[in-house]
């Protein structure tokens, strides 16, 4: 039988209601034989999610100051959610156990892994599947990588029959020290365990019926998305789409296995497929798949007669950025001046130091920083094939009085940038928004 990997993420295991709800959509279909899940999160608004509270006991740990109290919190809420499960409260040996680890100095990716750890067990016990270890199945090369091969190897041997619940958001190092992934992170694991055993989709369930093509609080009734390339995707969440963790794009992807992103509270609607160019049946030609953008972008001016011929400065500066841990965004070269854009608050924190290490590096020039800047842009595949969509979009912001402070197009074939006002960011979006229709 083909297998079906389903992440849960932390919205839809966050009490017994939503619980009860993964239990219907994992027993609907059998293919749907290995589930990864987040830890709890958040139940409203003004909720903590237990990765959070987690966070929080280590750091009091750590200052040496009372965390119990606050885990008080996590022990309630797991209980709260297996009495009514009506799974026992075999979780306690499991949470005294985690809270002596706590106060006997475990490291921050063990503690706070312990939310994923604990949820799936409890699921699993529900579910009536088995519990299968990350720590087990995920294998870290460094504190970075994932060791591919090993995990592919793991999660074939474990994994090949049966029906598991998974922890998501960490695996270990070959002496078995836990590694947490970065936030989110449950994504990747279903990610690397749909590629090992070669899934024949990814189910990623949140709170959303699908990815939508621009951020609903700015377009009016933005349209769905139904289906989307991976690459597409990459780009929408480079330029500021919150969606689907973007490291968990690639080891599904090498493998061309589809990713469908469901909503947990209406399990009927089909979602978003991500799937390659040669899978998809329902794209419209040329059509622009979605529009994103993000705001707290600053730009650095340097003017000096004939910075063109200066060997290398584009990389001089970049370099000279990093090292006060500044990432540079986009570069724009003429030739007496270049424009860098950069994070606001990067720059904010590496203080007056970051302008005056350009400076040196570029003697007599005049320095200028300016913005605050938004940038926003459009991802599509085939907007190559509307060669003059960016005419098109520069239309309307004329229209609308907007000035355009730089243009980013042709780095690849499917999107483009604009550096605008951040005062206007919710105007640009609507403007490329319509104008890329
Ligand atoms: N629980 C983790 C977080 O809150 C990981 C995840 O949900 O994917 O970031």
Known sequence: MDTVVSKFGGSSVADAAQIRKVAEIVASDPQRRLVVVSAPGKRSKVDEKITDTLIACHALAAEEKDFRSRFAVIRDRYNEIAAELGVGSDLAPVLDEVEESIAGGATRDEVVSRGEYLGAHMIARFLGFEFADAADLIRFADSTTVDDDATDQLCQEKLAHGRFVIPGFYGAHVDGKIQLF????????????????????????????????????????????????????????????????????????????????????????????????????????????????????????????????????????????????????????????????????????????????LKELVPGAELEQVGPYALVGAAGDDLAIRPAVLGSVMNVLSENQIAVHFVCSGYSESSFIVAVDEDRYEDVVRAVYTATE
């Open 182 to 357: 970065t936030r989110g992170g449950s994504d990747i694991t279903g990610s690397l365990v749909a590629r090992a055993v070669g899934a024949v989709r990814y189910e990623n369930w949140t709170d959303v019926s699908g990815l939508l093509s621009a951020d609903p609080r700015v377009v009016d009734g933005p349209g769905p998305i139904t289906e989307v390339s991976y690459h597409e995707l990459r780009e929408l969440a480079y330029l500021g789409a919150a969606v689907f963790h973007d490291e968990a794009v690639a080891p599904v992807a090498s493998a061309d296995i589809p990713i469908n992103i469901r909503n947990t509270n209406d399990p009927g609607h089909p979602g978003t497929m991500i799937l390659s160019r040669e899978r998809q049946t329902n794209r419209r030609p040329g059509e622009r798949t979605g529009v994103a953008g993000k705001t707290g972008f600053s730009g650095i001016v340097l003017r000096r007669s004939m910075l063109n011929k200066i060997a290398n400065l584009p990389g001089k500066l970049a370099n000279r950025l990093a090292e006060d841990r500044v990432p540079l965004q986009h570069l724009a070269l003429g030739a007496d001046s270049i424009l860098m854009i950069v994070p606001s608050d990067a720059l904010e924190k590496a203080g007056s130091v970051a302008l005056s290490d």
